[in-house]
């Protein structure tokens, strides 16, 4: 198959452009810029007025919304005017006598001004301990010092290195039992001693 050459482009030597474009050559050979006349000169001349106008209106608009996404809209301050309780939870083993034997609800106590005591007893119930260690900020654990730590003690220490490890503080009871005044002193100082090693370990 015989190809045929194609119609090369012709520049215009004569009309109004060409004049022009032989005028411009010439004032850049006047000025000794040779390479002038191949650089297109209306490459970032404006092409339409009302495109300009637009793309910067588009740009002032632009430059607004991102500072108006950097400005934080106020947040609305939601606490309450009375803060909550702080809760204490009283943890002890299930031979300890109690005064309330029927506690249907926690019992608040009012401590000041704008300061409030939950007290919550906590039974030997697992799912009970592990949901007061969420939720308390004071541990008291009540110890028989006639008998000394009991499972559900370590049950309980164990449980606050998952959940959270609160405030406790260790409490004594049945003193009175102790007829001697050498003997109650090394049973405090060996249970003392064990509650801390204790308490050291699990918050760790």
Partial sequence: METKDQKKHRKKNSGPKAEKKKKRHLQDLQLGDKDAGKRNRKVF???SAVRMFSFFFFLMNRTQDLKTKKCHMPVVDRTPLEPPPIVAVVMGPPKLERKLTEIRSPVTIV?????RLAIIECGCDINMMVDLA?????VLMLIDASFG???ETFEFLNIFQVH???KIMGV???LDSFKHN????KTKKRLKHRFWTEVSRVGR
């Fill in 134 to 138: 969420k939720a308390a900020d004071l």
């Fill in 45 to 47: 001349a404006v092409q």
């Fill in 149 to 151: 730590f009991e499972m």
């Fill in 164 to 166: 959270g490890f609160p």
């Fill in 172 to 174: 004594l009871t049945r």
């Fill in 182 to 185: 050498k003997q109650l002193k």
């Fill in 111 to 115: 401590s000041g001004k704008k300061r």
